[in-house]
């Protein structure tokens, strides 16, 4: 049988799995871009933000994918 994602209920409200994964993208995608910071890596990117944005983006289909199931 294939498995359903079902919603998570915190504090009683019901969130849909991806808005988790969601939120857990980018706060992963704002540490990783704070490291590329602290050790100025982010000077040889073009645009900063379109690389938070990336890494938001790559953050959450593989958190929506392997650790929190959509």
Known sequence: MQYLPSEFAIGGVYFPPLLI??????????LTAMLLNRYRLSRLFYYPPL????LAVIY???LGT???PV
Not at 51 to 54: G, K, Q, R
Request: charged share 0%.
């Open 21 to 30: 994964a969601g939120i857990l993208g980018v706060v992963a995608a704002l």
């Open 51 to 54: 690389v938070f944005l990336a």
């Open 60 to 62: 959450t289909g593989l």
């Open 66 to 68: 392997f650790v929190i």
